[in-house]
């Protein structure tokens, strides 16, 4: 998997979290490691690094502390890890790119 850095917050260790585009067109999240080996915490700041006009698409559980915890495919292939500075405590999923949709109305001119 090739991997487009796009941003990284939350931690002055390492390369974490981290936010990539896959060329697959999905994203890959970098984040802290949890008891689940799918769900990763990361903090609210990362997903500002999402393209224009999408989002991460993985469903996020606020753990009212300044982060999320989200859940998605762990990331176990050799050479896509290589690519990455994980620490100890870190862990790599891949979840979907959405697109965004407009719904309401426009602002009357």
């Known amino acids: 998997m090739r991997l487009t850095f796009l941003g990284r917050g939350g931690s002055d260790i390492g390369q974490c979290p981290s936010l990539y585009l896959t060329d697959r067109g999905t994203y890959l999240v970098q984040g802290w490691q949890t008891a689940k080996p799918e769900t ?4 609210h700041l990362l997903t500002g690094f999402a393209e224009e006009g999408t989002f991460i698409g993985a469903t996020m559980s606020d753990s009212g502390r300044g982060t999320f915890t989200l859940t998605g495919l762990p990331v176990t292939d050799a050479e896509t890890l ?3 500075d994980l620490a100890a405590n870190e862990r790599a999923i891949e979840v979907p790119k959405a697109e965004r949709t407009f719904y309401g ?3 009357a001119h």
């Open 82 to 84: 290589r690519q990455l």
């Open 40 to 43: 990763i915490e990361i903090p």
């Open 105 to 107: 109305a426009l602002p």
